[in-house]
């Protein structure tokens, strides 16, 4: 028997020999049983959740790329190929069985929680780490995963972090001193570099916990460490890949993303202040003031450390939304869970009942009883339903919320290039209390015009049948450029709700008797 087989497991399968079935299955259900329910509860309020309108845009964008169009050319996504084609998957395995997009996506999403702590579990057994965690830890790993990212879970964000989870349990075996098999290693590597792939300042999350591997077990070590390696050649392969496939990429998007959209950011003290930075110095805090002791663990120091370059990556960024935030709460989450798994049983199951199972309930409480009123969305959704039988459709406004999951759950085409006008909005908001000098703007007027250009090309040439503006400002800013104005000539009024106004082709305004088919 190896060395670094924890000690639990091998008595239990000495103590079970003479034991029915049925008692084993009793002990394994008992241990068990939070992950088991954890993941049930994750699994229905998933299911009564919306499908959130970055993952509707994207799953839309892996149907185009099937159907011929050509990515970055055809459509506008300001994030790099990965972070579409990892829905690729399930809409493809959607095509092939009759399922939906957004239920095989979700399925994939949950297969793909299962499969990356089936990983780091193989990792930190094989580095004698395992016992450590045990039935608690893996209750938190699951209610971290697959329940708390709410209306983040299948996010780029979302699938990021669960992707790059093995090399994280590879560093801390790494740092622990323990052996894993090559092909674990390799596995993790390619895990990682996915992850930087999708956003490439997601690197931070690995580099942060480095100097700590480093100083654990060497910096040779870590230089020459298989996961390394293999992060590094994955990576270098990603980016040869994405300059060979996808050029426009570099060509287009890149420079109109760097001038006007990463600079559109709140200010710092906003960011400090949001939700998720306010949740994620609790949690630090939690970890400070109960974990001094373990500190030094690798199972506690590094998915910390990890938090501590994810929430960096949040900063940078600037947005301050959920999504965003999302990564480092999870680490830091983590890093509170290997913390509780590691203490004293009684003390143990008392935090995990505290941090674990009542939370999970309270929020399957909340995803049944306290679900966002879709009132207007469904009326919207009749509204433009009612236009054509798979009506093509296009949003004036800068949000993406207006168009989607609309599009999807009216069985609609969307028929724009980007998702929204959202370089107009950007200018908007980064002129708004700064007045640039002419060269910027000059350089503004330029992104302005073809934000225009694209939305006129899409009414004329594809003639949308639902038009939908997002309000009284987007439909002035509509109405007082004659380019626009003059593309909409063919369109009026058909209904509005809230602030949201549905314009229909002037030859086509009555609605059909039978309404669109909706997707489930």
């Given amino acids: ?33 939070p992950s088991i329910a954890i993941a ?65 996506v979700a399925l994939f999403g949950f297969l793909a929680i299962a499969a990356s702590l089936a990983l780091c579990s193989l990792i930190l057994r094989q580095a004698g780490l395992a016992s450590r965690i045990g039935p608690t830890g893996l209750a938190i790993a699951i209610a971290v995963l697959a329940l708390s990212p709410g209306d983040s879970f299948d996010q780029r964000e979302h699938l990021a972090l669960i992707l790059g989870l093995p090399l994280l349990a590879t560093l801390a075996a790494r740092a622990a001193g323990g052996n894993v098999d090559v092909w674990l290693c390799v596995t993790a590597g390619l895990g990682g570099a996915l992850m930087a792939s999708i956003k490439p300042h997601f ?30 050649l994955f990576a270098a392969l990603g980016l040869v890949a994405t300059i060979v496939f996808f050029p426009a990429y570099f060509d287009s998007v ?47 120091a590094i998915p910390a450390l990890a938090s501590i370059g994810q929430i960096i990556v949040f900063l940078v960024q600037g947005k301050g939304w959920s999504n965003h935030a999302y990564p480092a709460l999870a680490l830091m989450g983590l890093a509170v869970g290997a913390l509780v798994a590691q203490t004293e049983a009684r003390i143990r199951r008392a935090l995990a009942n505290a941090l674990v199972i009542a939370p999970a309930a309270m929020l399957f409480a909340y995803a049944l009883i306290s679900r966002p009123p879709r009132e207007a969305d469904s009326r919207l959704e009749s509204l433009v339903a009612g236009l054509a039988r798979h009506p093509g459709i296009l949003t ?42 002419d060269a910027t703007r000059f350089r503004y007027d330029a992104y302005l015009r073809l934000d225009r250009e694209m939305l006129i090309a899409a009414i004329v040439d594809r003639k949308p049948d639902a038009i939908l503006v997002e309000n009284d400002a987007w439909k002035a800013w509509a109405f007082s450029h004659p380019d626009v104005a003059a593309a909409l000539a063919d369109y009026a009024p058909v209904g509005a709700v809230g602030e949201v106004t549905v314009y229909g082709r002037r030859l086509g305004l009555r609605p059909l008797q039978e309404a669109a088919p909706r997707r489930s």
């Avoid at 000690?7 to 068990?32: D, Y």
């Avoid at 190929?81 to 690729?88: D, G, R, T």
């Avoid at 399930?90 to 069985?97: D, E, I, K, N, P």
């Avoid at 559109?264 to 630090?284: D, E, K, Q």
């Fill in 396 to 437: 004036i406004g800068s949000h993406i919320q207006l168009g989607f999951p609309l599009t999807r759950n009216v069985a609609g085409e969307w028929v724009g290039r980007p998702m929204a006008l959202w370089m107009t909005g950007a200018v908007e908001h980064l002129t708004e209390k700064n007045r640039p000098d």
């Fill in 1 to 33: 028997m190896s060395t670094n087989a924890p000690l639990a497991p091998t008595l239990l399968a000495r103590s079970n020999k003479a034991q029915p079935l049925s008692l084993r299955f009793g002990w394994t259900a008992r241990a068990f049983w």
């Fill in 254 to 300: 890149v420079p109109i993303a760097a001038a006007i959209y990463a600079p559109v950011r709140l200010p710092i003290i906003g960011l400090l202040l949001t939700p998720g930075f306010l949740c994620w110095t609790a949690l630090g805090l939690v970890l400070l003031l109960f974990g001094r002791a373990k500190l030094g663990s690798p199972l506690v």
């Fill in 203 to 232: 690197a931070l999350t690995f580099l942060a916990a480095l100097p700590y591997v480093a100083r654990r077990a060497g910096v040779k070590t870590l230089l020459t460490s298989v996961e390394l390696i293999a992060l590094a």
């Fill in 40 to 104: 049930a509860l994750a699994i229905v309020a998933q299911s009564l959740r919306e499908t959130a309108a970055d993952v509707s845009w994207l799953i839309t964008l892996c149907e185009k790329t099937v159907a011929g169009e050509t990515p970055y050319v055809d459509f506008i996504e300001s994030n790099p190929p990965a972070a579409f084609l990892i829905y690729m998957p399930g809409t493809l395995a959607a095509r092939s069985v009759g399922a939906s997009p957004e239920f095989m």
